[in-house]
Each structure stands twice: as C-alpha cells, then as structure tokens.
C-alpha cells in the first residue's frame, strides 16, 4: 500500500456508509481506519454513525433538500438512498383521515381503507361498480343488479369454483359445453343411493322425456325408446363392461343378433324366428352347429336332492282353444327320474280330456313300453284295440288310413305276430312260434323238403318281385363254415333255388333246381365257384345234374345228357348231344413198317359237333432213319371212324411219288380205326394206295378230314 500512489487506485462509484478508509491519526503517529459514513457524519455535526456503517440523522434540516410544489409529500426515492417529493398520495401504511379529503387526482390505496361514507359520480343506477384499467372505480353495461338478480350481458369466465345454492339454476341457450370430462350429480356430503334415488336428466317436451336413477329397481329408467347403430357382430352397438366384441347389434332390416368373442350366436328375425348358430332359422327356434356330433339342447336341473317319480325336465305342448275345452297340456315328453334318482326314463304323454297322461315310457334300460309304466322286454305292450273271437283284448299297434286301415297283434294260442290290411281285415303276414314269415298264408308248408323261415303263399298274386329304383335288385345267399366268417370248405353248396310242386300227397318232390358251389379251394378274398343246373326225369323222385358253368369259364354238359336241341325241335335223334375241340398228335406210319421217324412239325387239330368229327393235320418230317413201309398212313384220330371211305378233305404230300396217270389224291378214314390211309386216281383208273416207302428227310403230310363216328 505504501508503495501505490492514490491517483493509481480505481474509483469507487458511489461509496457506502459502511465502505472504509484509511485515516492517519497524527496523535499516535499511526495509520488506522475508519467507515464512509464516520467521515459524513463528522462533517454534518447531526449524523449518528454506528459500527457496522450505518447512520442516523437526528434532524434535517430543509435547507438541505430541493425546493418542491406545493402540497408535496416528502417520500424516500426508489432506491431508498435519498429522498424526494411526489405529486401523488402514497402511503404505505393506514392513512387516516378524520376530517374531509378532497383528491385531486388519483387515490391509491396500498392497504385497508375504511369509508365511513363515500360519493362517487357518473355512475348509473343498478350497475354493478367495478376497478377500471387503471384501478378507478366505474360502472359497467354488461353487470346489472336489481337486488334479486344479476344479468350479465356476455361471457362469463369462474376460475374457480361455482357453487349454486338455488332451488333450480336456469340456462337459457340452446347448447351447454363442458369442457371437463365429468358431470356429477346428486353431490351430497353424504352420497347414498337414497340420496341418488330419482336423479337423472329430464328434456321438457309435450310430456317429459326422462333418464332417471331409480332406487327400487336398482337401475336406470328411460321413458322413451334409445336409438343405437347397427353395429357388426365384432363391434356390437351395445357391449358389457368394456367386452367390445360380445353384445347386441342388427346383422340387417328387422333383426336382432348377440354375439360373443366376436362372432354372432343367435340370431331373431324379421318373422319372429330364432337361429342359434344359424342367421337364417327355418322355424320358430332352430338350433345348428357344424360340429361332428351336432347340435346339442340341454336341459339342466341343478337340484341336487332330485327323488324318484318327480321330473328332471320336460318339452310340453300347451293347446289354448277355449271353445271346446282344448285348454290345457295337450302333449308332452319329459325326463323322469327313477331309482333315487341315480336313473332316469323317458315319458310320453298326450290327452284324451283334461290335461296329457303317460302313454309310452322308455326305461333306463331302454326298454320301451305302452300301456305300462314298467316294461320287461325291449318293446313291451299292454292292451290294444282289437278283441280276439274269445273277446280276449290282444296287444295291437294299429294304423288307419283314408280308405281302410291295418294292424299288428298276437293271440294268447301260439303267440304269432300277424298284419292285417284291407278294409275287410285280411290277414296279409304272420311270423309265427317258430320265427318263420309267413306271406299270404297261416300255417306254414314243407315245400322241397325243408319249411322254410320265409314262406309265400301268392294265391291269386304274382308272387315275389324285387325292384329297386335306380340300380340292380339282389337277391343274396350267403353261407359260412361255422360261426361268423368262419372258411368254408371246397366241397361247400353256396345256394340253392329249388322248384318242388304237389304231387298229390305233398310239395316236397323237387322238380328242378339250380345250385350254386365251390369250385376249387377258397381263401381270403378267393371265393371260386360253379353253377349247377339240375331236372329230375321221368318217373324219378329227385333231380340229377344235366349241365354245369365252372369257375374256369367252361359251359359242360353232363354224362348222359340227350343233347341240345334248337328251333323247337323234340326229336331225340335231332338233338346236340356233343361238342368238342381238342388237339391230337399225328404220326406217319405204314402198313407194314412204322419206320424210324423225327419231325420238325407234329400239330393235329379237331372239332366234334355231335356225330360229326373234323380233324387238320400237319406232320412234317425231320431225319428219317428208316422209311416205313407198305400203304401211308397217319395214326393217331381222336375218334375211331365209323365206316370206311369218308372223303370230304384236302391233302397235300411231299416226297412220296404217285402213278404217272394220278390227278387226284385223297384221305379216307378206315371203320373202326383211329387212322387214315392215302388214294391216288387218275382218269377212269382205280385208285391205288399211296406208298410209304420212299418218305426222307424235309418230306410232310398234310390234310383235313371230316368223319363219323
């Protein structure tokens, strides 16, 4: 510091009371400190300065301070440094006036201010006095006030809240905006639903049009009908806690739906009808489902203490004809439980008069009775409509129909089971004691030895026809080798149609019959078999095979068959009695010697119809060892010839040489023998025997042949 001018330091701009300076104190020869305001204060001779800087001014004088105007109060300036005059009133604290005041300007009022009276003029009667922009009292178009009611003419804006302590509040415009979320009603200290019982919204019409909460019936009430859209079965136009895709809409005109998860359940129609899985119901209530086992109505008694004789459910007819006494149940099926309950039945009822009684009852094991409540066979029934000769009342089910009508009974003798039909009650059909159907008759017959289990006695009738529309009628016959599918044996008869007629005594001689067997050995899926048509001759009690059809395609005549006959013609000696074709193996020989022949070919070839053979041969040599010898002839016929000389043929030979004079050769069969010998002839010559004796290698025979036999 000593070694720093003053002109060097910084200027301090203003300096505070409290700022310090050093002073040199020439008393003590030292240099000390002291505080800007010590200095003032010294130097006005009327400032109290304090330690800590701050001064005191025990009086100022005037003379001390700028001349103001007049009527001035004197206030500290802005920054609370200095002072100052003001050309307005302004008093921080309570100004008290006792006497009049008159303001010449403004009067601004800091704090509280009591009038014990108070002018204010240009103000108009019933308006409402309100600060102006600029703090000054002033009345306002908009506000009026006549001491019961308070208009105002625009918008009014509440910060805060509003509370209306009226009988009523009354809002005359057209629309009211909330621009909150929530409108709350009946807003009590102590909010109950007897508090709330009757709040609601009423729109004042030619009657009221209300939406109210009521008390008693725990719910809202609507006087008038709630318009909603139509909405789709995955957005329904009215939904349940918030579950947007399971409520009520309409799928179209004059329709109602519900639908869960999204899809429609059940729909009403424009006609009444119920659908339950269905949007277009055919009838009063129509349930339907795609599952495999189908739709399923279920009806539920949740009683757990369910005794024997009382219902579980039932489905009822009500009839409502009062105009002859048609009121009542008319007919019913219910579910009935038995045995404590652990069982159940099932009962039918309709009515005569009254209301409807049990007429038929399916039991917990199935068994179905009518007229008894406890049935003991799988159909058990008791009493009927129609009375034996006796008067004994049978067991009948009976049908009537527009021109006559028919029934099924039984009678207490040999307990059959008999249809009657027509209108003269004709018996038609029985199944009788031993459990054979009986057709047109009573009493069963022994036809062809055996009485059948189905028997048709057609009187007057056609018989037994089958038809069947659209594709081929069966008739089946079916055997096993024991029980089920057991294999039968190769030896078995598959069927028989066996054709018996009267002879005076009984029907039990067979006429004819067709027979159906086994015809090889049969397997799985493996079933050969032939079919074997068999008459009985003259004078004979029993039928005798005349012709088969085999498993292996062939149509054979049996041994001793007469033949076949053609055109109508009943002459033994006409008939067919024999077709045949075959092959058989020629050889060439000669008369004398056979010789020691090979053959590149040996094909011999035949037809037989009845007496009449024709036969092809073709043998054609290989290396001959040794030549035969004597008259050619070729062995070997399937049948021997029955005369000598047959000559209808053709014959071509190589190798062996004819007479000069020979023009033509041909074969000849030979009675008795199953061989053939060569001519050669020439013009009116005698026909010689071909020779074997020069028959080589590479040589052949051939010819065809018809003949006797």
Not at 201 to 211: M, N, P, S, V, Y
Not at 331 to 336: D, F
Request: with cysteine.
């Amino acid at each position: 510091m000593a070694n720093i001018k003053i002109s060097e330091l910084n200027a301090l701009t203003p300096p505070a009371a409290a700022d310090e300076l050093p002073v040199v104190d020439v008393s003590a020869s030292s240099t000390k400190k002291t505080t800007v305001g010590e200095v003032v204060g010294i130097i006005n001779g009327d400032v109290e300065v304090a330690t800590d800087g701050t001064a005191t001014i025990s009086e100022l004088p005037v003379s001390k301070l700028q001349d103001g105007d007049a009527r001035q109060l004197l206030q500290t300036d802005a920054a609370g440094t200095g002072v100052e005059w003001t050309s307005n009133i302004d008093v921080p604290g309570t100004l008290d006036v006792t006497g009049a005041t008159t303001l010449d300007s403004t009067l601004g009022v800091n704090g509280q201010s009591t009038l014990s009276s108070a002018a204010v003029s240009d103000l108009t009667s019933g308006r409402v006095v309100l600060a102006g922009a600029s703090g000054e009292l002033e009345d306002n178009a908009a506000l009026a006030f006549n001491g019961t009611q308070l208009d105002v003419d625009g918008d009014v804006v509440i910060t805060g809240d509003l509370t209306v302590e009226g009988a009523s509040t009354i809002l005359e415009t057209e629309t009211v905006k909330v621009e909150d979320k929530n409108i709350e009603l009946g807003v009590v200290a102590s909010p109950t639903d007897t508090t709330a019982d009757g709040g609601g919204i009423t729109l004042k019409g030619a009657t009221d049009k209300t939406l109210n909460w009521v008390n008693a019936t725990d719910a809202w009430t609507s006087s008038e009908p709630l318009d909603l859209p139509a909405g789709a079965d995955t957005a329904p136009a009215l939904f349940f806690n918030g579950d947007t895709n399971t409520g009520l809409y309409s799928p179209g005109a004059d329709q109602v739906a519900i639908s869960t998860n999204g899809t429609g359940r059940l729909f009403v129609d424009a006609s009444g009808r119920i659908g339950v899985g269905t949007t277009s119901p055919q009838a009063l209530l129509e349930i339907s489902s795609g599952v495999t086992d189908g739709p399923v109505l279920r009806l539920n008694n949740s009683n757990t203490s369910v005794n024997s004789g009382t219902e579980y459910g039932r489905i009822q007819w009500n009839a409502n004809d009062s105009s002859g006494g048609g009121t009542g149940i008319s007919a019913y099926i219910a579910s009935l439980a038995t045995n404590a309950g652990v069982e159940g039945a099932l009962t039918f009822g309709t009515r005569a008069s009254g209301d409807a009684t049990e007429r038929m009852r399916i039991d917990s094991s199935g068994r179905v009775g009518i007229g008894t409540t406890s049935p003991t066979q799988p159909l058990d029934v008791v009493g009927g409509f129609i009375k034996n000769d006796t008067g004994t009342l049978l067991p009948t089910a009976r049908f009537t129909g527009v021109s006559g009508g028919a029934y099924i009974s039984t009678n207490a003798t040999d307990n059959p089971i008999t249809l009657v039909t027509g209108t003269g009650n004709a018996e038609r059909a029985r199944i009788d004691s031993s459990g054979r159907l009986l057709v047109g008759t009573s009493t069963s017959t022994s036809i062809a030895g055996a009485e059948a289990l189905t028997q048709i006695n057609a009187g007057s009738g056609t018989g037994l026809s089958i038809f069947r529309q659209n594709s081929t009628p069966i008739l089946t016959f079916g055997i096993s080798g024991g029980s089920g599918a057991t294999l039968v044996s190769g030896s078995a008869v598959l069927g028989e149609i066996r054709f018996a007629g009267a002879d005076g005594t009984d029907l039990n001689t067979q006429g004819a019959k067709i027979a159906a067997e086994v015809d090889g050995t049969p397997g799985a899926n493996d079933m050969p078999g032939r079919l074997v048509f068999s008459t009985t001759s003259d004078s004979a009690s029993s039928p005798t095979e005349r012709l088969r059809i085999t498993s292996d395609a062939y149509v054979r005549l049996a041994s001793g068959t007469a033949g076949i006959q053609f055109n109508g013609d009943t002459a033994a000696a006409n008939a067919l009695d024999d077709y045949e074709e075959g092959t058989w193996t020629p050889s060439i020989t000669g008369s004398t010697t056979a010789g020691t022949i090979g053959y590149d070919s040996q094909v011999g070839k035949y037809t037989k119809i009845g007496n009449i053979v024709t036969v092809s041969c073709v043998a054609d040599t290989g290396i001959v060892t040794a030549a035969p010898t004597g008259d050619l002839r070729v062995s070997g016929l399937p049948f021997n010839a029955v005369s000598f000389f047959e000559f209808v043929g053709a014959v071509v030979i190589k190798g062996i040489p004819f007479p000069a004079s020979t023009t033509t050769v041909s074969v000849s069969s030979v009675a008795s023998q199953s061989y053939v010998h060569f001519f050669a002839s020439g013009d009116n010559a005698v026909a010689a025997r071909v020779q074997a004796d020069s028959l080589a290698t590479d040589d052949y025979v051939r010819f065809t042949l018809t003949y006797r036999v």
